[in-house]
């Protein structure tokens, strides 16, 4: 029984699964790095036998998570990309996905370009109107797979109204809910069948982790994602879940800050003179601000915003940041800043990048939690050369 269960976000990230340990009454949960378990007689053995099938920071760790998500199961990976990867053996050659036309650039490598040579069959399609999923819905349909807000352009979609249509032809609902976090975004309170997280963002948060999760309250596919986390094994290790349980305590009150700073950054941006047009879906400028605010608690640390002119004034600025650090990745408490079509959007094919609005002129912020001036000088100074 979790004593935790009704009570509120902050609570359950920094005790579920984390009690005193009975020997020594630890506060902090320990980091068992034992890879193996000792066995009375052979087949009898306490909880554990080996660290593949099961370990007990992990454990604490993908149980925690999943009591944010509001999940019954959690499983945690060692990347975003071993999640999901894990997540699509449970399907088989012949079975067909629809995906968004948007999403994080590696995802979609690992869709295009080696699950494809599984026999796994692929659609992309524009998520933002649910119709478009219902068209391209086929016999063998096993999968619809969201990215809300996407990456990069943060185009959102109805979780509601997607699962309920899946829900009419028996399809899963896989909804990656890496940008919002599970402080802003709930994906199966809206009828998802399984929500993936790349844990190396927000639920770490400090940039020194790769990690991944599922989370899904449905008992079957629970039951498949343990046997193929087990068979081909790529589970979180001892240290980093012990790194990103821990940083789990912290989830809320990171997110808040991140949050006010990206109101803030996204209003500053939108008044500038060089910066053409702003994307975060907390301001009402956005396509979708009321879905935004039906579907999520909060808006998130992600902006993406157009500089005007081209490729050079963009790498003006992006040389020019001083507090904002220009690298790859998001979510961690430092501001990074990134060109998308450069450097995290590459792998998708250049006529796609630009018909999705990936352009030269487009660059992606993860707002962290400095201090909000700081940011905001630190943009001024950089558009200004
Ligand atoms: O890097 P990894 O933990 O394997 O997670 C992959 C991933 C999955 N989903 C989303 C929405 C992501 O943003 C990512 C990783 N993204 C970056 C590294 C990036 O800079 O966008």
């Not at 029984?1 to 506060?27: L, R």
């Not at 948007?102 to 399609?125: A, I, P, Q």
Request: proline share 4%.
């Amino acid at each position: 029984m979790d004593q935790f269960k009704n009570m509120g976000f902050e609570t359950k990230a920094i005790h579920t699964a984390q009690e005193p340990d009975s020997e020594f009454g630890s506060v902090m949960p320990p980091i068992h790095l034992s890879s193996t378990y000792a066995q009375s007689t052979p087949g009898t053995f306490k909880k554990y036998d080996y660290i593949r099938a099961g370990n007990p920071t992990r454990s604490s760790y993908s149980k925690c998570v999943a009591a944010l998500e509001g999940a019954e199961h959690g499983f945690a990976y060692s990347s975003g990309c071993a999640a999901t990867t894990t997540l699509m053996q449970c399907f088989k050659a012949g079975d067909h996905i629809i995906a968004g036309d948007d999403m994080y650039g590696g995802t979609f490598r690992l869709f295009d370009k080696v699950l494809r040579k599984f026999g796994l069959e692929f659609s992309f399609v524009d998520l933002t109107n649910p119709e478009n999923f219902e068209k391209a819905i086929r016999p063998n349909t096993r999968l619809v797979w969201l990215e809300t807000p996407t990456n990069p352009t943060l185009k959102i979609s109805d979780i509601d109204a997607i699962s309920k249509i899946a829900q009419q032809s028996k399809i899963l609902t896989a909804v990656d809910n890496t940008f919002m976090s599970p402080y802003f975004q709930n994906p199966l309170k809206w009828g998802a069948d399984v929500v993936m997280h790349s844990a190396t963002k927000y639920i770490n948060g400090h940039s020194d982790v790769l990690g991944g999760l599922l989370l899904t309250n449905d008992n079957s596919l629970a039951e498949d994602l343990s046997f193929y986390t087990l068979s081909t094994g790529a589970v979180a290790s001892p240290f980093d879940s012990y790194l990103a349980l821990r940083s789990l305590k912290t989830l809320a009150v990171r997110m808040q800050t991140h949050q006010k700073n990206a109101i803030a950054v996204a209003e500053f941006l939108e008044g500038h003179s060089a910066v053409e047009r702003v994307i975060y879906p907390g301001l009402s400028s956005h396509p979708q601000y009321d879905l935004a605010k039906k579907q999520m608690s909060g808006f998130g640390g992600m902006i993406t915003f157009y500089v005007k002119s081209g490729l050079n004034d963009a790498r003006r600025f992006l040389e020019n940041v001083k507090v904002f650090t220009l690298a790859e990745s998001l979510g961690g408490v430092e501001s990074l800043v990134e060109h998308p079509a450069i450097m995290t959007h590459a792998s998708i094919p250049p006529d796609k990048r630009k018909a999705l609005g990936i352009d030269d002129t487009l660059i992606r912020l993860s707002v962290g939690i400095e201090t909000q001036s700081d940011l905001i000088q630190d943009l001024d100074q950089a558009l200004s050369q």
